[in-house]
């Protein structure tokens, strides 16, 4: 079955250095999406990438969609503490579009002040 | 509120009880989905329904979990004959239909599960 792959599990950084955590699918996916988890509260989406090659930016957050459509990225630039917490990448598979979403394992960013 | 809500929060039972979770979903969402999730991994995918109707059930749940969504509206999550392996969060969250056939996930607080 459809299988998402997250690197890596755990980041520590410090304060104001930038954080990177790459996302793989087994399969084709008509669209990625990223969620942040705060420690003790619940996945929040953050952005959706439906285009190959797709590239889109929110404030110091920069999201990748592959050519192929089967990995993303996640580049934060000069983290902050409020970037604490963990990070999904999730994906619908292309022949399951309109479907479920399934979820990479996370990657957990925490940031030294 | 109008966000998704989920009851109980916390749930303590013994070994070989049932339980059950509700899930209202944000009102014109007409999609609803269960996920589970443990500590340090990401949500697993359980179940979803469009409307009332259940369309994919994952094959790693077991006969003990049934969920259900009888007027396309809240949604309940039932366990029965807990073990202590079902110790878990139990995540809802709800999605629209959309023109691109794209599910954007809003999650309930969830409900945390510990089997004695």
Redesign the interface.
Known sequence: GQQVMQIPQYQHVQEGEDFTTYCNSSTTLSNIQWYKQRPGGHPVFLIQLVKSGEVKKQKRLTFQFGEAKKNSSLHITATQTTDVGTYFCAGEAIYNQGGKLIFGQGTELSVKP | DTGVSQDPRHKITKRGQNVTFRCDPISEHNRL?W?RQTL??????LT?FQNEAQ??KS?LLSDRFSAERPKGSFSTLEIQRTEQGDSAMY?CASSS?SY???????????SRLTVL
């Open positions: 989905y996920y340090g991994q990401g949500p697993e995918f979803y369309l994919e094959r995540l239909d691109s056939g794209a599910n954007v996930l809003t999650f309930g607080a969830g």
